[in-house]
């Protein structure tokens, strides 16, 4: 437990007491003290006080990373310091004012951090929820399917497993959400633009194969549940439409008219283009890798193992799914790439656990290990993706590496799949029905997937300044 006022007096004494503060406010997880000597305060010295997590230099800010307890931490600060209490930052206005004090030159890597960034604060917001779902998905998993202590027709296990079905199926509302505060737009804005893209009639239109148009032009209708793909590209571009309406709207009638045209204006960019293109990019790549995994033998499994996961993250899996599943219904047996994807689940197990034994912050272990256990039990791996590898992004190298692992010894030994089970670790249960060689291959693939990725992740997954940070 953090003791929050002493972590409020080291804090005060390293930055010059109170004589050196002109105010102070704090958002979500930072204190931000605009101080009269900003040359006082010693980064290290602010770093090495136990409870704080890191230091930022924006401006005229002085910002000392603290955590979710930072209202208490900044509660006791005032208190200290007889300064009058301000009221918190909000996240939105937090991120604009950081984006205006950190502008880098773009370069092509620049670019590339921007682009994982933003996808990151679009998924990062949202771990609480798959965790928390997830683990009603594990709790399912042990208490009904493994130990049978109630069965799969109870209301119990009926509850936990909408509440689960929940934390993923409205992805595109809650990323749309983040996203939209990232880029300084009312963040339900972006959580409408989720809401319209699962629309229940537009998903009847995309069940029942029915053509429609967007203004009369022509738009690709599908299903965009579990995706965040979609909303992720959609709504940069209905928070730049807005922001030129914004600019231009009349103060009086900005409140109603600006959401509302920005809304009519970018439709078609968002039906007829940006939401159906991960969905046709994908049933390219899904196709030439089912093609690939067919025809190169051992190692187009392991490829395919290897890739499984970023297929997962943009919706394109589902379209590799289909024909696996239509050619396992009709001979009741899954071999070759078919097999892939299980090993890449193994391989997230072992990026959490990797993280979980490397990082340094508590609050980081505890959510690696959450995100271990919300996989290994739950069978849910986005946490781990997005929480652990989008974060951190050299364990997507932990994550590459185990899943090629495992595909790789599936792929030798022609593994065989005979029944189709949960995601979890109740997935090796799935190789049961042909040799005893079969089951122990389908045990080794998938443990050795999540070795190699917990050791790959352990020692390359995280730079040395990333674990100073943490």
């Given at each position: 437990?953090?003791?929050?006022?002493?972590i409020a007096q080291?804090?005060?004494a390293?930055?010059?007491g109170?004589a050196?503060?002109?105010s102070?406010?704090h958002?979500?997880t930072?204190?931000?003290?605009?101080?009269?000597d900003?040359?006082?305060?010693?980064d290290?010295q602010?770093?090495?006080?136990k409870g704080?997590?890191?230091?930022?230099?924006?401006?005229?800010?002085?910002?000392i990373?603290?955590?979710?307890?930072?209202?208490?931490?900044y509660d006791?600060?005032i208190?200290l310091?007889?300064?009058k209490?301000?009221?918190?930052v909000k996240?939105d206005?937090a991120?604009?004012?950081?984006?205006?004090?950190i502008?880098?030159?773009?370069?092509?890597?620049?670019?590339?951090?921007?682009v994982?960034?933003?996808?990151a604060?679009c998924?990062?917001?949202?771990?609480?929820?798959?965790l928390?779902?997830?683990?009603?998905n594990?709790?399912?998993?042990?208490?009904?399917?493994?130990?049978?202590?109630y069965?799969?027709q109870?209301?119990?296990?009926?509850?936990?497993n909408?509440?689960?079905?929940?934390?993923?199926?409205?992805m595109?509302?809650?990323?749309?959400?983040?996203a939209?505060?990232?880029?300084?737009?009312?963040?339900?804005?972006?959580?409408?633009i989720?809401?319209i893209?699962?629309?229940?009639?537009?998903a009847?239109?995309a069940?029942?194969g029915?053509?429609?148009?967007?203004?009369?032009?022509p738009?690709?209708?599908?299903?965009?549940s579990q995706?965040?793909?979609p909303v992720?590209?959609?709504?940069?571009?209905?928070?730049?439409?807005y922001?030129?309406?914004?600019k231009?709207m009349?103060?009086?009638?900005?409140?109603?008219?600006t959401?509302?045209?920005?809304i009519?204006?970018?439709?078609?960019?968002?039906l007829?283009?940006?939401?159906?293109l991960?969905?046709?990019?994908?049933n390219l790549?899904?196709?030439g890798l089912?093609?690939?995994?067919?025809?190169?033998?051992?190692?187009?499994v392991?490829?395919i193992?290897?890739?499984w996961?970023?297929?997962?993250?943009?919706g394109?899996?589902?379209?590799?799914m289909?024909?696996?599943m239509a050619?396992?219904?009709?001979?009741?047996?899954?071999?070759g790439p078919?097999?892939?994807?299980?090993?890449?689940?193994?391989?997230?197990?072992?990026?959490?656990?990797?993280?979980?034994?490397?990082?340094?912050?508590?609050d980081?272990?505890?959510?690696?290990f959450?995100?271990?256990?919300?996989?290994?039990?739950?069978?849910v791996?986005?946490?781990?993706?997005?929480?652990i590898?989008?974060q951190?992004?050299r364990c997507f190298?932990?994550?590459?590496a185990?899943?090629?692992?495992?595909?790789a010894?599936a792929?030798?030994?022609d593994?065989k799949?005979?029944v189709?089970?949960?995601a979890?670790?109740?997935?090796?249960?799935?190789?049961v029905?042909g040799?005893d060689?079969n089951?122990?291959?389908?045990?080794?693939?998938s443990?050795?997937s999540?070795v190699v990725?917990a050791?790959?992740?352990?020692?390359?997954?995280?730079?040395?300044?990333?674990?100073e940070?943490?």
């Open positions: 437990m953090a003791n929050n006022k002493e080291n804090v005060l390293a930055v010059g109170s050196n503060i002109k102070a406010t958002c979500m930072r204190l931000r003290l605009y101080l009269k900003d040359t006082i305060p010693q290290d602010v770093k090495a006080i704080v997590l890191g230091v930022v230099r924006g401006g005229q800010q002085y910002q990373v603290i955590g979710t307890n930072v209202d208490k931490v006791e600060l208190a310091a007889g300064l209490a301000s009221a918190p996240d206005q991120a604009a004012e950081d984006v205006k004090v502008k880098k030159k773009l370069t092509f890597k620049q670019a590339g951090k921007n994982l960034g933003y996808t604060g998924m990062t917001p949202m771990i609480p929820v798959l928390g779902g997830g683990l009603c594990a709790f399912n998993a042990i208490f009904a399917d493994m130990l049978g202590l069965s799969a109870s209301n119990l296990y009926i509850l936990l909408f509440v689960y079905d929940a934390a993923l199926y409205f595109p509302i809650l990323a749309g959400y983040s939209a505060k990232q880029l300084d737009v009312n963040g339900m804005l972006g959580a409408f989720g809401c893209l699962m629309s229940p009639d537009f009847a239109i069940s029942a029915t053509p429609f148009d967007v203004y009369g032009i738009c690709t209708v599908t299903t965009y995706t965040v793909l992720m590209l959609s709504v940069p571009v209905f928070c730049l439409i922001k030129i309406i914004k231009y009349p103060d009086v009638i900005t409140t109603v008219f959401p509302f045209l920005s009519l204006i970018s439709l078609p960019f968002i007829c283009l940006l939401a159906p991960g969905t046709i990019v994908g790549i899904s196709n089912a093609w690939f995994g067919m025809n190169t033998g051992f190692f187009g392991a490829v193992a290897a890739l996961e970023f297929l997962v993250m943009s394109m899996h589902l379209a590799l289909m024909p696996m050619d396992f219904f009709e001979t009741g047996i899954q071999s078919m097999t892939a994807g299980a090993f890449a689940t193994w391989a997230c197990f072992g990026v959490a656990l990797g993280a979980a034994l490397r990082m340094r912050s508590k980081e272990r505890s959510e690696a959450g995100a271990f256990a919300s996989g290994i039990l739950g069978g791996t986005e946490p781990t993706l997005y929480g590898c989008f951190h992004t190298i932990g994550l590459i185990g899943g090629f692992a495992g595909g010894i792929g030798m030994f593994l799949g005979y189709m089970t949960s979890n670790f109740l997935s090796v249960l799935g190789y029905g040799t060689t089951l122990i291959v389908g045990i080794v693939a443990v050795m999540l990725a050791v790959v992740t352990f020692f390359f997954g995280f730079p040395r300044k990333e674990l940070k943490s």
